[in-house]
């Protein structure tokens, strides 16, 4: 993969960091398109979910009934992301969430980050979810989630990026707006993966989402997904490709391939300790729940232990 593909290909459209909110009277919903007073727009929706970490980027054009259809999507993103949540100490609406482990046949882990940054696990009987090398000060913890449903969590960022879509090109994003909304999927073509890049050095203040636009959607004998969501939070940076507009169903051509560009993220992080960067490919294509383990390896400084 070559970095500077993605600069030749796509640019930004629009960025949560300077995003103008231009609602109109009376209020339109951007996702079920019902304008107010038909229906109400009580609350006050973030672009970027809080629980990324606080942040005042929020904006008029999503209803509450859309408003929370998307809270339902937000609680199983929530689910995924935790333990870099909780590990990375990163304080939502109230607090920095703790993890809970899924029960199973064993018991609950428990993982929990204090202010000041410390960390507390309590592993209870399961001492396996856990390896320490004390001379190296590597941890390795295995994080047993509790059920989620990866469609969800496509949508849940796919709605970030349609909140950032410029009006003029809503139009060609209609079909994607309503499968959004829908819970008895699904019928939407679309690349279900999400890229994820885990910095080493880097850490982000707060939260940010980018939207950037294929400068072609024809390029050699390859087609480019037209939009590509970049978002950020922490040492996290998580990339996905909108669902196609009409625009790109009107020039798609089976004979041509696919042209995925991943988002360099790792050039935001030093890389003068590194020999490679890697990006991990998630399929959230699934619409039933599942039942998830990930393992996080970190290093630490100091460590009490109480067995
Ligand atoms: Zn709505």
């Known amino acids: 993969m070559n970095s500077l593909d993605f600069w030749e290909k796509y640019s930004m459209i629009s960025t949560s960091s300077s995003f103008a909110d ?3 009277k009376p209020k339109k919903c951007k996702f079920c398109k019902n304008q107010e007073p038909k229906v109400s727009f009580k609350n006050i929706p973030h672009i970027i979910p809080e629980l990324l970490g606080s942040n005042n980027v929020i904006y008029q054009s999503e209803c509450d009934t859309c408003n929370s259809t ?46 000041e940054g410390k960390r507390e696990m309590h592993f209870n ?20 989630k509790t059920p989620f449903k990866p469609r969800y969590i496509y949508k849940a960022i796919a709605r970030i990026g349609i909140s950032l879509l410029p009006e003029p090109q809503l139009s060609f994003y209609n079909h994607v707006c309503e499968w959004i909304k829908t819970n008895n999927d699904d019928l939407t073509n679309f690349l279900p ?10 850490k982000f203040k707060s939260p940010f989402a980018n939207l950037y636009k294929a400068k072609d959607l024809v390029v050699d004998n390859e087609e480019l997904p037209d ?81």
């Open 22 to 24: 231009n609602a109109g």
């Open 70 to 115: 998307f809270s339902k999507y937000e609680s199983h993103l929530a689910v995924f992301l935790r333990p870099y949540l909780t590990l990375n100490n990163v304080k939502g609406k109230k607090r920095v969430p703790k993890f809970h482990s899924r029960k199973d046949n064993k018991g609950t882990t428990e993982v929990i980050s204090n202010e």
């Open 125 to 144: 009987q399961n001492l396996d979810d856990f390896q320490i090398d004390e001379e190296n000060k590597v941890m390795h913890v295995n994080f047993r």
């Open 193 to 202: 993966h999400a890229f994820i890049t885990i910095m080493t050095r880097k």
């Open 227 to 307: 939009l590509t969501l970049v978002l950020g939070f922490a040492n996290v940076v998580i990339q996905i490709f909108l669902p196609y507009s009409t625009e790109f169903d009107k020039i798609h051509n089976d004979n041509r391939n696919l042209s995925i560009n991943l988002f360099p993220a790792f050039a935001w992080d030093d890389l003068q300790n590194k020999s490679s960067v890697k990006i991990t490919s998630i399929d959230l294509s699934s619409n039933e729940t599942i039942s998830q383990d990930q393992k996080i390896r970190f290093s630490f400084q100091d460590i009490e232990k109480n067995i």
